[in-house]
């Protein structure tokens, strides 16, 4: 071998640890690079996530500006109306119990459904317009320490009617400190989750099914209530809309979709929460955080903002 060929050799020989030093530096930086850009990637996804969310958000946000538009022109047109057309329908109601022989029995008893169904429409118009209002005015409320067990049952006495031919009504709420809010308020909320889980389960299925109110203390300075029911479900298409206004699927007559964004507004309106959690076929929950009030046996508890 020729000392060219040698030396040709030799060099080749002395160039691949080099060579391979190389290529692992470059793929080490290929999967560096490959990290890099999956890590921008999801930050990427996370961030067009939020700017969705917030999108969400800002379009709630015009409807209920357009709903405050509405309800504010035409909220006082209805109910002046509404006032003239319910007494009307109680005086008629009365003067026909009062010339109940004027007519036949048949007569009597049609023209007596006939304004007693005419009665229930008035009074859902009624109910809609007060839905509206609350839901617009729902910021506006005073709060002070109160009993939110007593808030709790009081809501469980009213709704009876619609849950005790449907499921077992359980209640876990000893040892709930006092809380910062509104009594009235927040026993509409609890009324209107008591009547929602309700109606989630068909009647006459009482020991099948059951509907459970649970409120207990969360770290030093909120509480958790949770309604729970063993009805149908919420499916999943529909979870993102449940607090819009309007929206509902219950059938024609059953409901206005107001209640949800109605409670929604009245607890964020106290500083809390409402949240959902469904499985169609199993139930569903909804969970409120509420804080403490300011003042339990002299000490300060974290309410601030309220």
Do not use: W
């Given at each position: 071998m020729?000392?060219s ?5 030799a ?9 391979r ?7 080490e ?13 999801a ?27 509405i ?10 109306p509404l006032?003239?057309l ?8 009365e ?23 005419a009665?229930t429409?008035?009074?859902?118009i ?25 808030a ?23 040892g ?40 207990q ?31 509902t699927t219950?059938?024609?007559?059953m409901?206005?979709?107001l209640?949800?964004?109605?409670c ?7 500083g809390?929460e ?17 804080p ?12 601030q903002?309220?």
């Amino acid at each position: 071998m020729s000392v060219s060929a040698k030396v040709a050799e030799a060099g080749a020989a002395a160039s691949k640890p080099e060579v391979r030093r190389e290529s692992t530096l470059l793929e080490e930086a290929v999967r560096r690079r490959t990290a890099e850009l999956e890590t921008s990637n999801a930050q990427l996804k996370e961030r067009l996530h939020r700017l969705r969310d917030i999108q969400e958000q800002v379009r709630f946000s015009e409807r209920l500006a357009a709903i405050g538009q509405i309800a504010g022109s035409i909220g006082h047109e209805i109910n002046n109306p509404l006032a003239f057309l319910t007494s009307n329908l109680a005086f008629a109601q009365e003067e026909l119990d009062r010339t109940e022989g004027a007519l036949s029995a048949k007569e009597y008893r049609e023209v007596r459904e006939a304004l007693a169904e005419a009665s229930t429409g008035a009074e859902r118009i009624r109910l809609i317009v007060h839905d509206l209002k609350m839901l617009l005015h729902s910021g506006n409320i005073e709060r002070s320490t109160m009993d939110l067990t007593a808030a709790i049952r009081a809501a469980v006495k009213m709704a009876a009617p619609e849950t005790r031919h449907r499921a077992r009504l359980v209640e876990e709420l000893d040892g709930i400190p006092p809380v910062h809010g509104n009594s009235a308020r927040l026993t509409q909320v609890f009324l209107n989750l008591l009547i929602n889980a309700a109606h989630a389960i068909p009647p006459g299925q009482v020991e099948r099914n059951e509907i459970r109110i649970n409120a207990q203390l969360s770290a030093p300075d909120h509480v958790i209530v949770k309604v729970t029911d063993t009805g149908s479900g919420i499916p999943p298409q529909h979870m993102k809309r449940i607090f819009d206004p309007f929206f509902t699927t219950k059938p024609v007559g059953m409901g206005s979709g107001l209640g949800l964004s109605v409670c929604n507004s009245i607890i964020t309106a106290h500083g809390g929460e409402l949240s959902v959690e469904s499985e169609v076929g199993r139930g569903t929950t909804f969970q409120i955080i509420l804080p403490l009030s300011r003042h339990i046996d002299g000490g300060q508890h974290g309410t601030q903002g309220m």
